[in-house]
DNA sequence: ATCATTCGTTGCGTATACGCAATAGGCCAT
DNA sequence: ATGGCCTATTGCGTATACGCAACGAATGAT
C-alpha cells in the first residue's frame, strides 16, 4: 500500500482541490480519491503532484507511512526519538 | 509523457528483466511494457523500483527527456555543456 | 435565511495497467 | 545442431485509475 502527504502539503499551499486538480490536470474528485487512499495515482501524476510542490516524489509519496509532523519536527515533551 | 531509464540502471545492476520483475514484484513483460514506454507504471511500482536501485524517482522517471548519459558525464571532446 | 465554497460519496462509463500463456528471434554455449 | 537465456510481441482476461454528473452536508459570509 503507499501512503501519501497530499493533503497536507495542500494545507500548506492554502489549495483547494479543485485548484491543486487544475494545476495538475486532472479532476478535483481525483485529488480526494487519491488523499484519502481510494486509489493511488499514476507515475505521471505523482510526478506533476511532487513538482507542483516542490518536492520529490518520496516527500509526497511513501512504501512506508509517514511519521507524524510532530516527530519529524523534532518534537521535546511527549518523548519521541531524541528521549 | 513519462520518459523512464529503467534499461539504464538495470544494465548497471546486471539484472535481467526476469530478476528485476522478481524484485518489484511484478511479470516480467511488465518490466518490458514500461522500459519501452508501452505503459507508465504505477506510483507504488514507481517507488519499488526507484528503491530497488537506490535512487530517487525523479532519476528513474521523468516529464521531460533525460540528456544523454555523455552529457551528464560532462564529455568534452563533442562540445556540449562547457564549451 | 440565502448563497458560495469546500468536501464526501455514489454511479456509470472508458482507458489502461497488469497477469498469464504462447510464440518467435537473437545470442551463446555445448 | 540442439538447448538455454534473453528479449519482443500478441491475445485475452481482470483490476483499477480516471472523467463526468449528481447529490448531500458543513462551513462561512452577506
Same mark, same amino acid.
Given at each position: 500500500?503507499?501512503?501519501?502527504?497530499?493533503?497536507?502539503?495542500?494545507? +500548506?499551499?492554502?489549495?483547494?482541490?479543485?485548484?491543486? $486538480? $487544475?494545476?495538475?490536470?486532472?479532476?478535483?474528485?481525483?485529488?480526494? !480519491?487519491?488523499?484519502?487512499?481510494?486509489? %493511488?495515482?499514476?507515475? +505521471?501524476?505523482? #510526478?506533476?503532484?511532487?513538482?507542483? !510542490?516542490?518536492?520529490?516524489?518520496?516527500?509526497? !509519496?511513501?512504501?512506508?507511512? !509517514?511519521?507524524?509532523?510532530? +516527530? %519529524? #519536527?523534532? $518534537?521535546?515533551? %511527549?518523548?519521541?526519538?531524541?528521549?
Amino acid at each position: 500500500m503507499v501512503h501519501n502527504r497530499i493533503s497536507l502539503f495542500r494545507a +500548506e499551499k492554502g489549495l483547494s482541490r479543485k485548484e491543486l $486538480a $487544475a494545476a495538475v490536470g486532472v479532476n478535483p474528485q481525483t485529488i480526494g !480519491f487519491i488523499e484519502r487512499g481510494d486509489y %493511488q495515482p499514476s507515475c +505521471e501524476l505523482a #510526478l506533476k503532484l511532487a513538482q507542483t !510542490f516542490g518536492v520529490p516524489v518520496e516527500a509526497l !509519496f511513501s512504501l512506508s507511512p !509517514f511519521p507524524p509532523l510532530s +516527530e %519529524q #519536527l523534532g $518534537a521535546r515533551s %511527549q518523548g519521541a526519538t531524541n528521549a
